[in-house]
């Protein structure tokens, strides 16, 4: 098994921020709820979300009613905005990751893993 040396154990320790690793889990949640098959019809998930985009799209080019065309323009821009949130959620992911990734200890991608 590899070691890591004192100056690596020095940087993950300095480095590592773990209440950031907790709370990107809020992140993680947003996208959860966001992103779940929906079983309660007051909270639709974004597929059942989109899906209604679609038929609404099919009834504005079929129908040409102006009803229809307002809650399909509604609809998209209300998804554009949850698009926008879920994109800084996964931001706030990536970057937590690359946070401790840019740590990684040169001593762990040896794979022969001296144990000298």
């Given amino acids: 098994m590899a070691r890591l040396t004192d100056d690596e154990w020095s ?5 590592l ?9 809020d992140a993680v949640d ?3 709820h966001a ?3 929906s079983d309660n ?3 639709p998930s974004l ?3 989109v899906l209604k985009l679609y038929q609404l799209g099919m009834a504005v080019q079929q129908y040409q009613s102006d ?3 307002a809650e399909f323009f509604e609809l998209a821009s209300d998804l554009e905005m949850q698009a926008v949130e879920l994109r800084e959620a996964l ?3 990536q970057t937590m990751l690359s946070n401790i990734t840019e740590l990684y200890p040169e001593s762990l991608s040896y794979e022969d893993g001296d144990d000298e």
């Fill in 35 to 37: 992103l779940a098959d």
């Fill in 11 to 15: 940087t993950v320790q300095d480095g």
């Fill in 30 to 32: 947003r996208l959860r």
């Fill in 91 to 93: 931001d706030v992911i």
């Fill in 41 to 43: 019809p007051d909270s």
């Fill in 67 to 69: 009803e229809q065309a």
């Fill in 47 to 49: 597929r059942d979300e």
């Fill in 17 to 25: 921020d773990t209440p950031a690793i907790l709370s990107t889990i």
